[in-house]
């Protein structure tokens, strides 16, 4: 039932950076859209990166400039690479697929404080 493991998170300063990946199992190249979500506590879950079969990308605007997000279709791997972090990007974060959203996984932590 598990289809995507996320990892990479963990506890960094303000204006420090990380870079999340997301293992499929199934293929990557068949799911099409990849997306990376994160919730905070208290909060909705919300989309902040998304990723096309074509590579083509689009951001949430909290995080556009800062964020990242890539593909690798052979590895079938899904990279957020985040930089210029900010208190309010702590979150647990996930990636699944938005236009058929899949079993979640457990999430990667990311802690930015100082």
């Known amino acids: 039932q598990v289809q995507f493991v996320e990892s990479g998170g963990g506890l960094v300063q303000p204006g420090g950076s990380l870079r999340l990946s997301c293992a499929a199992s199934?293929?990557?190249?068949?799911?099409?859209?990849m997306g990376w979500y994160r919730q905070a506590p208290g909060k909705q879950r919300e989309l902040v990166a998304t990723i096309t079969s074509g590579s083509s990308t689009n951001y949430a605007d909290s995080v556009k400039g800062r964020f990242t997000v890539s593909r690798d279709n052979v590895k079938n791997m899904v990279s957020l690479q985040m930089n210029s972090l900010k208190p309010d990007d702590t979150a647990a974060y996930y990636c699944?697929?938005?236009?058929?959203?899949?079993?979640w996984g457990q999430g990667t932590q990311v802690t930015v404080s100082s």
């Open positions: 199934g293929s990557i190249f068949t799911f099409g859209t």
């Open positions: 699944n697929t938005p236009w058929e959203t899949r079993s």
